[in-house]
């Protein structure tokens, strides 16, 4: 089925561990992102990708970093994790332009302990 | 810059209540709105798009340009309407979403 997958749903790690987020989408979509939210909170967005080969970060100022080596895949890595990096981590994928808006993925809550 | 305001953090509504959730925003081109709804252990989804003019589960919503807002209406709200709603804009970024901080919206019995 055409859709947008995270993993892991949850994850807890120690402080200093390098970490990957994944996520990949089935749909064919060439623009890709991710969002930062706190619980009940507004998303931020902390990278975005147009195609492959193409990141750029995001208007909230972010330690992770994120490759689009292939059009399904764009994985954010964080090199090595603190505790303020605790947060919902959003995927999200839209098609060629943003009518028809974005599908968002389930996201991954990460705890840094 | 551009900016979304949802001046709501939490509204109540009765059930058969009209609702009204209120989204402004700031950009000086011409904007492309959205409404992201988001249940209870569901993930962040799309409810309705400006351009599209549409009604989607009783939901309409206008854009004003002169007010600079984008209010999500319900004549008759319904308990399974009750979720986290979030309206968003396209703009500067060109197709990166920029979020509102959302409304909890409590339709109660």
Known sequence: ?113 | AQRVTQPEKLLSVFKGAPVELKCNYSYSGSPELFWYVQYSRQRLQLLLRHISRESIKGFTADLNKGETSFHLKKPFAQEEDSAMYYCALSGNSGYALNFGKGTSLLVTP
Not at chain 1, 4 to 20: A, E, W
Not at chain 1, 28 to 41: A, F, I, L, S
Not at chain 1, 92 to 98: K, Q, V, Y
């Open chain 1, 1 to 113: 089925e055409a859709d947008i997958y995270q993993t892991p749903r949850y994850l807890v790690i120690g402080t200093g561990k390098k970490i990957t987020l994944e996520c990949s989408q089935t749909m064919g979509h060439d623009k890709m992102y991710w969002y930062q939210q706190d619980p009940g909170m507004e998303l931020h967005l902390i990278h975005y990708s147009y195609g492959v080969n193409s990141t750029e970060k995001g208007d909230l100022s972010s330690e992770s970093t994120v490759s689009r080596i292939r059009t399904e895949h764009f994985p954010l890595t964080l090199e090595s994790a603190r505790p303020s990096h605790t947060s919902q981590y959003l995927c999200a994928s839209s098609d060629t332009g943003t009518n028809y808006g974005y599908t968002f993925g389930s996201g991954t809550r990460l705890t840094v302990v």
